[in-house]
Structure formats: structure tokens, C-alpha cells
């Protein structure tokens, strides 16, 4: 299966920045869409943003403009650049890969570990 490593998490104070990174190994495969989710205590998970392998992005309205996410094809890694980092960002973060190939097969979405996130006020 595919693999994705993250790192980037940990505590910020509010206003601050971090930058999260996921990188996906194994087998030969092409990703279609990469994203990161985020879950908050008591809530459920939710999408924080995505991008497809055409770089189309679509966010959360609560980060639009705050969060930026981006793919390194080369490296098959995708990262979330967040900024201005508010007390209510704060959750466990995931990636995601969704339409993994093979060949022609079709892989299951894979999922990362999860990396905490705090921010402080």
C-alpha cells in the first residue's frame, strides 16, 4: 500500500505559522488528489484542503486565506503552508491520498498518522 509520512505539528502561538508536510512512498502509483483533514476534540473531521494532480485546490471556508496548500510532483509530497494560526485551528491533522493507480488498478485511500497542531492564545 501506500505509505504517507507527515511532519510539521506542533505548538504555536496564536498568529504564528507552521508548515505541515506529507510524503507518500511505496510502489510505483499516481495520486489524483492530496488533502489534509483535521480533527478538533468533540468534532468531526473535517476537509482543511485538497489538490488534484491538474493543481486544482479547493479550501475550507474557515482557512481560505490563512491556509495554502500545495504538490511537489517529484517527490510526491504535498504540503499545507498555514498562517495567521488561530486558537480554533487547533486538531489533529491529517493527509490524505485519494484515486491512487497502480496500473490500471485502483488502490484504497490512504491515510496518514495525524500530527498535532495547538495553537495558543
Known amino acids: 500500500q501506500v505509505q504517507l509520512v507527515e511532519s510539521g505539528g506542533g505548538l504555536v502561538q496564536a498568529g504564528g505559522s507552521l508548515r505541515l508536510s506529507c510524503a507518500a512512498s511505496?510502489?510505483?502509483?499516481?495520486?489524483?488528489?492530496m488533502g489534509w483533514y483535521r480533527q478538533a476534540p468533540g468534532k468531526q473531521r473535517e476537509l482543511v484542503a485538497a489538490?488534484?494532480?491538474?493543481?486544482?485546490?479547493n479550501y475550507a471556508d474557515s482557512v481560505k486565506g490563512r491556509f495554502t496548500i500545495s504538490r511537489d510532483s517529484a517527490k510526491n509530497t504535498v504540503y499545507l503552508q498555514m498562517n495567521s494560526l488561530k486558537p480554533e485551528d487547533t486538531a489533529v491533522y491529517y493527509c490524505k491520498a485519494e484515486g491512487i493507480t497502480r496500473g490500471s488498478y485502483y488502490m484504497n485511500d490512504s491515510w496518514g498518522q495525524g500530527t498535532q497542531v495547538t495553537v495558543s492564545s
Open positions: 489538490i488534484t494532480s491538474g493543481g486544482s485546490t
Open positions: 511505496g510502489t510505483i502509483f499516481s495520486i489524483n488528489t
